[in-house]
């Protein structure tokens, strides 16, 4: 991954004014945090989607977006915007292809920000 591509995944400003507005020992927990609750979130995502629950999946999504955007993470949330807008929509294709890999992208990138500060 190139530097262009990291921007496109994490906002670095966002995680610098975090970084500099807590405890700096807080920070490795709050990026925990975020690890373990986007895993929920996914399988909130995943159950909704398998049962065309769309209130479900546009409150999995919302919550996804704001906790994405919380900690500066810009592609997952875009991708959660785009969820919650279909599943909002009550459309049974709901689906944002970009959402995996932006997790993906995400989890790759805040567990190496997390144990870089180890």
């Known amino acids: 991954m190139n530097p ?3 921007a496109m995944v994490l906002d670095g400003q966002v ?6 507005d807590m405890d700096p020992e807080a920070f490795p927990d709050i990026l925990e945090m975020f ?16 049962t065309s629950d769309h ?3 546009a409150r999995e999504a919302h919550s996804l977006k704001g906790m994405s955007a ?5 592609w997952l949330n875009d991708s959660a915007l785009s969820l919650e ?12 292809p970009s959402l995996h890999p932006a997790a993906e992208e995400t989890l790759k990138e805040m567990t190496a920000l997390r144990d870089s500060l180890d």
């Open 4 to 6: 262009g591509d990291r």
């Open 15 to 20: 995680i610098a004014t975090l970084r500099a």
């Open 35 to 50: 690890i373990i609750e986007l895993s929920e979130r996914l399988k909130g995502i995943a159950l909704a989607l398998d």
């Open 55 to 57: 209130a479900s999946l």
């Open 70 to 74: 919380t900690i500066g993470a810009r």
């Open 85 to 96: 807008m279909a599943a909002r929509e009550a459309d049974d294709n709901a689906t944002v």
